[in-house]
C-alpha cells in the first residue's frame, strides 16, 4: 500500500458480518439458505408479487437500517482520510460504509436509503418508506404520488446494474496498482470481474476474505481471518515506521 499510487476497496458481504448484518452464502448461515432469492429479491417478483416481495425487504429494511458501521468500515474510512485509499467500491445496500464517513463510495448494487416509484418516478427516503411499510395494511409501500407500489432503490436479481456507478467502479480498478478486495466471494457478475481489470492494467490484488474465492490464485496475498482484525491491524501497520 505504501508503494502504490493507487489502492482501492472492493468490498462485499462479509465486511457488514460483524455489525450482525448475516452474509448470502455461508453454509448454515448464509441468507439465501432461509430463503429463495428467485422469489423474493428478483424484479419479476416484485412485479408479480409485490406483497411477497415486500414481506421479505419490509424485515430487511427493519434489519438494516439499525446497523452500525464496525471496525472494518472505519479503518477504510481512516485509510481514505490518510490518502492511502483512493475510494471504495461496495456490493452491499446496508449503508454502513456511509455511515461510516467513506467519501469516494460506489454502490454498485444500490442502496436501501431511498426507493422509487417505477411508476412515476418519484422518490421516498428510507425514513419515509419505513413508515409507509408499517402503516400498510398489506406490508407494500405504496407511491403517494399515483398508488403504485414502490422498488427499493437496490439492484434486484434480473436488472442491471446501473451504468454510470459501474462505469466509474471500472476505472478505479484499472487505474489500481492494488485492489483490496474485503468480503466480498467475488462470484457475482459483473462485480466478481473488477479484479481482473486491476490485473490486466498491471496492478495488483490482495483478498481479504473468509471461504474460498474463485481469484485465490491470483492474489498477491491471501487473508482469510476476521475482517476487522485484518484490517484494523492493517492500519497500524501503516502507521508504524517504514523499515529500510
Known sequence: MREARSV???TGAGISVPSGIPDFRTPGTGLWERVDPMEVAHIDAFRADPVRFWSFYGQRFATLGSKLPNGAHRALVAMERQALLDGVITQNIDMLHRKAGTRELIEVHG???????????????????SMLVERAHDGVPRCEECGAALKPDVVLFGELLPERA????????EGAE???????SLEVHPVASLPLLTRAAGGRI???TQGP???????ELRLSG?????????????????RG
Open 8 to 10: 482501492v476497496a472492493l
Open 111 to 129: 442502496s436501501i436509503a431511498s426507493c422509487s416509484c417505477p411508476s412515476c418516478r418519484t422518490h421516498v427516503a428510507l425514513e419515509q418508506a
Open 166 to 173: 459501474l462505469e466509474r467502479a471500472r476505472e478505479l480498478c
Open 178 to 184: 492494488l485492489l483490496l478486495c474485503i468480503g466480498s
Open 206 to 208: 490482495a483478498i481479504i
Open 213 to 219: 474465492t474463485p481469484l485465490d490464485e491470483l492474489a
Open 226 to 242: 476476521d475482517v476487522v482484525l485484518e484490517l484494523e491491524q492493517l492500519l497500524d501497520a501503516l502507521a508504524a515506521p517504514a
